[in-house]
């Protein structure tokens, strides 16, 4: 089980003007906070506690001789979806609260560890976020006073110490700031520089409690050093703006294949306490003012799609800057033709949603990534990369012409890696067909056994987890072939669709008996365009790995021995040179008669595609790169992988 570690300073002695609350954790080993100044704010169970000898160590700030004052000691865990805790102190209803720690994370999962708040219920402010970067083996950190975190961009290092100093403004419409620090202590606002992340809007007229929080069973981090405090580290607090900015909207004027134009709109409360000058370096200002009404929209129009803009609003105590990046306002991607085949050749690291033929069909935040390598299987191809993804998040999507009769397949190769932590007794799914980005049919599901064998399941529509049919177990970390189809049945009958599912047939053999079939009472889908991967939630998507996606009409379509695979069906058979480098490859076989060829390119694109009883095959037009050359002649056909310089 992984620990998340978290730790605070208590006072030791009276508190100096305008410091508001120190903990160091410095308590007897394994003591529970609860037992130490803390309260149970929620959850009854794993309660947070200390460890020994665990502090963090930061020059300048931790230790006797730093800003805490105190020696580097034990320092609090949390872990689970336990117990969370509060520590109350003056209440504060005006100007700035600043909160700083250290922290240390060795995992990450997404979501918040400590926040403030006004004491009760769920009135949360200056919330701290931590996610895992999309380079593998960093991470980001964030702010937000809302539930949606703003991140920085900065990577940072697992298992490394650093300073996290967070501003709150207390306001209403108050903004949240955050610095991270990977040495030395700034000894003021402004030597401390632009900050990595600000969050405006949502925030709370009163703040009087530090919360830490336990979220998820994945994360593994070390906190230390809590110091909260009125000014920058006790200097004087600096003049409030009375302007506040809101959550900016940005919405493009039309939806074209051309350069199209975008208007932003940036919410405003606090006006006229000032004279105001606003400036943006594109597009025109308009809409409400600020330095005549309280509160409003400011509207900048006529921006050039692909422009980013700063926006800035300064005058007295106010200098305000909003950065707006452009939004995308080409079409949707029209839908791919099948039978289609995606083999992932997309950067590693690489979020699926930035990728050719991908949408996104719901969520904001935690892509599904490219990963580097293939899954290994035999007759199956292995070019290109892979997708991962586990827990809560974006689901992606790719769309094709409506199918509304036969049988839509899809396949994949999958592996997964873990069922820890995946503890939903009805499991979840994670693979769909779909009519739209909310009817769905021919579900695949997991559901853990134990923590190293699971079940597959399959629903012909997602109506109730308890209708799932499942499979027997398999093994984590085992690489399994899946296919899936949906079937129409009379599109008379409400309720006579089936689904089915095959679990490691024989590559390029016949259709046989499903391993999985599915039908139940509830409406049949009338047609299908898409298919789709899901991110559901930490207790019911495991960690997995799917490559070589086949989506067609036909069981051949997806399950034969596909793109690269050397099967020896035509006698005699000689393709060559490879690489290829003046723009022609020739094939020779034992019969030399008519031959059909279909060149396809590592995403599964047909880019050849041509009849010939010669030897030779033009391909000067293809730019360099990885191939796949499939070869029929006489109804036997074989495939083979070029490489063209």
Not at 268 to 290: E, K, M, Q, R, V
Not at 428 to 445: I, V
Request: charged share 10%; hydrophobic share 40%; with cysteine.
């Amino acid at each position: 089980m992984k620990k998340l570690y978290t730790l605070l300073f208590v006072a030791a002695s009276s508190l100096s003007f305008g410091q508001l609350l120190t903990d160091d954790f410095n308590y007897a080993d394994a003591a529970l906070l609860t037992d130490n100044g803390w309260a149970n704010f929620s959850g009854n169970t794993n309660a947070i506690d200390v460890g020994a000898s665990n502090g963090l160590s930061y020059a300048g700030y931790s230790g006797v001789s730093g800003i805490t004052g105190s020696p580097e000691g034990n320092a609090a865990l949390l872990d689970n979806n336990g117990e969370d805790v509060k520590r109350d102190f003056t209440a504060v209803t005006s100007g700035t609260v600043y909160y700083s720690v250290l922290v240390n994370v060795t995992a990450a999962s997404e979501g918040y560890f400590m926040h403030l708040s006004n004491g009760t219920g769920a009135s949360f402010t200056a919330r701290l976020f931590v996610r895992n970067s999309a380079t593998a083996g960093k991470i980001n950190f964030g702010i937000a006073n809302g539930s949606t975190a703003s991140y920085g961009t900065t990577d940072y290092d697992l298992g490394t110490t650093y300073l996290l100093i967070v501003k709150c403004e207390v306001a209403t419409a108050g903004t949240s700031s955050l610095w991270v620090e990977t040495s030395g202590v700034p000894a003021t606002e402004g030597d401390a520089g632009a900050a990595e992340a600000t969050s405006t809007g949502g925030g709370q007229a009163s703040v009087m409690s530090i919360h830490l929080r336990q979220f998820n069973v994945s994360q593994n981090i070390t906190i230390d050093g809590l110091y909260i405090d009125s000014g920058w580290f006790g200097n004087t607090p600096p003049p409030v703006c009375p302007l506040a900015l809101g959550t900016v909207t940005k919405v493009c004027d039309a939806i074209t294949s051309g350069t199209d134009t975008y208007t932003v709109t940036i919410p405003f409360t606090g006006g006229a306490t000032g004279a105001y000058s606003l400036n943006s370096d594109s597009g025109t200002i308009g809409g409400d003012d600020p330095n005549t009404m309280a509160s409003g929209n400011i509207v900048i129009t006529g921006i050039s799609e692909g422009t980013a803009i700063v926006f800035t609003a300064e005058g007295g105590d106010c200098n305000l800057t909003v950065n707006v990046t452009s939004p995308d306002c080409a079409p949707a991607p029209a839908g791919v033709t099948l039978p289609y085949t995606n083999n992932f050749a997309y950067p590693a690291g690489a979020a699926l949603s930035t990728q050719q033929d991908w949408t996104v069909q719901s969520g904001t935040t935690d892509e599904i990534l490219v990963a580097a390598g293939n899954l290994d299987y035999t007759g199956i191809a292995s070019v290109g990369n892979s997708i991962a993804f586990d827990g809560t998040g974006i689901d992606n999507a790719v769309t094709f012409d409506t199918q509304n009769s036969g049988t839509v397949y899809y396949s994949f190769l999958l592996n997964v890696a873990s069922m820890t932590g995946v503890t939903d007794a009805n499991g979840g799914y994670f693979a769909g067909l779909g009519s739209s980005n909310t009817s769905f049919g021919a579900t695949l599901w997991t559901k853990a056994v134990d923590d190293t064998n699971y079940n597959l399941g399959l629903e012909v529509r997602t109506a109730n987890a308890a209708n799932t049919s499942w499979s027997g177990n398999y093994a984590t970390g085992e690489t399994l072939f899946v296919v899936v189809g949906y079937t129409f049945g009379d599109a008379a009958t409400a309720s006579d669709d089936t689904a089915s599912l095959w679990i490691n047939p024989a590559v390029g053999g016949a259709q046989t008996a499903a391993t999985v079939s599915d039908s139940h009472t509830g409406a049949d889908l009338a047609s299908i365009n898409r298919f789709f991967f899901r991110q559901d939630s930490a207790t019911e998507t495991p960690a997995l790995n799917i490559d070589a996606l086949r989506i067609g009409t036909t069981w051949e379509s997806v399950t034969e021995s596909n793109l690269g695979v050397k099967d020896n069906n035509i006698a005699g058979l000689k393709v060559y040179p490879n690489p290829v480098s003046n723009g022609t490859f020739f094939i020779e076989t034992a019969a030399n008669a008519e031959k059909a060829v279909v060149v396809y390119d590592v995403l599964g694109k047909q880019v050849v595609n041509t009849t010939t009883t010669t030897n030779a095959v033009n391909v000067s037009k293809l730019t360099a790169g990885v191939y796949i050359v499939k070869i029929t002649e006489a109804g036997n056909t074989a495939t083979r992988k070029m490489v063209i310089k």
